[in-house]
């Protein structure tokens, strides 16, 4: 079933992606003049708006180009790849690429595809441009460019938009303080699943869970770490507390899950729960490793965050949050907030208050 905040991702993910290859592929096709110097090619083979602005030109070059590319990665999410070979895969997705190459040849032709419908193919090919250096020199780069996206893209997935922006400015190679939220969120009786349902099926319920946590992008969540089968959510204080953001990122999750609760039970037999421990405090922000490199945040913010987390099942909740936190948020009718009492966690000195919060029907 797709709920609503499953149509709401996909649109958001739609459009950061359209926006994403539109300013790629401008800065990419804007790269290659200034490399070559050559601009004929954009004036002369690909103008199909007849104008002399090369740099308007090449943004609407860029546009058709964005919306083809958009729509490959459509075909590509990761659903369904993990249904098919990785070769099969890539093989496919190299013949997608030279099929837009060939794509370009044709706009290039500048003559109406209905034509090429009406004349054989002896006829077509006088309507190509001629496959010179300068044409075979930018179908390459082209072609490259698809590829380093690709692998551009790769990047940001694996250290969150925030994280990659930071490092490409340099702002990782020196540790830094921040002040920030942290939601561990775990799989309830999950041992008891995986030996239920063993390994190779548990993983796919794993996958599926995580893919049902993109809710969370919603919310301006960043997803720090997959740890088993939960994880570790993160939040700026002023996007956190906004709207109680963390609040609403863990309940539509929780309801995503609700809504595809027939397809959990035909696949796996179970409906999976889930339970989730925040707090808020300060961190040391740094990159870390020389042979593998990731974001690390360091700090007792994350430890009690866990501790939190682990005292759901104590006290048969599934969301438990901090006081410091509680002080913090300014909207408070949506939901009940319970002080359960002041408790001091394993290996801490000092007790904190620890509340339970529920979602007002």
């Not at 190509?128 to 551009?152: C, H, K, Q």
């Not at 870390?288 to 965050?305: E, F, K």
């Amino acid at each position: 079933m797709i709920s609503s905040e499953k149509i709401e991702i996909r649109f958001n993910k739609l459009l950061r992606n359209f926006f994403f290859h539109i300013v790629f592929w401008y800065l990419s096709f804007l790269f290659y003049s200034f490399l070559t110097g050559e601009h004929q090619i954009f004036k002369v083979y690909l103008n199909l708006l007849e104008v002399e602005n090369v740099y308007v030109v090449i943004l609407f070059l860029s546009i058709w180009i964005s919306i083809l590319f958009t729509f490959i990665d459509l075909l590509f999410t990761d659903r369904i790849v993990r249904f098919f070979p990785r070769r099969f895969m890539i093989f496919l997705k190299s013949l997608l690429y030279f099929a837009t190459a060939f794509f370009l040849i044709l706009i290039a032709s500048k003559s109406p595809l209905t034509k090429f419908t009406q004349e054989n193919y002896t006829e077509i090919l006088k309507h190509l441009p001629e496959m010179d250096i300068v044409f075979i020199r930018f179908l390459t780069y082209f072609y490259l460019s698809g590829f380093f996206i690709n692998f551009f893209k790769g990047v940001v997935k694996k250290v969150g938009r925030g994280n990659f922006r930071n490092w490409i400015l340099g702002m990782m190679n020196k540790p830094r303080e921040e002040e920030r939220i942290f939601m561990f969120i775990d799989m309830k009786a999950s041992t008891t699943i995986a030996e239920k349902l063993e390994h190779k099926k548990f993983s796919h319920l794993v996958q599926d869970v995580f893919n049902d946590l993109s809710v969370v992008d919603n919310y301006y969540c960043e997803i720090y770490q997959y740890v088993g089968d939960g994880a570790i959510l993160s939040w700026s204080i002023k996007k956190g507390i906004k709207h109680n953001n963390f609040l609403k990122a863990f309940y539509a999750f929780t309801h995503v899950i609700h809504k595809r609760h027939r397809y959990y039970q035909r696949k796996y037999g179970i409906i999976p729960k889930f339970k989730a421990g925040v707090h808020v405090g300060k961190v040391m922000v740094l990159q870390v490793g020389q042979i593998r490199r990731d974001i690390s945040y360091n700090g007792d913010t994350l430890n009690t965050a866990a501790r939190i987390e682990s005292l759901c099942n104590e006290y048969k909740q599934d969301l438990l949050i901090s006081g410091d936190l509680y002080n913090l948020i300014k909207e408070k009718n949506d939901y009940n907030f319970k002080n359960i009492e002041n408790i001091k966690l394993k290996g801490k000195r000092k007790a904190i208050d620890i509340f339970q919060v529920r979602k007002k029907k």
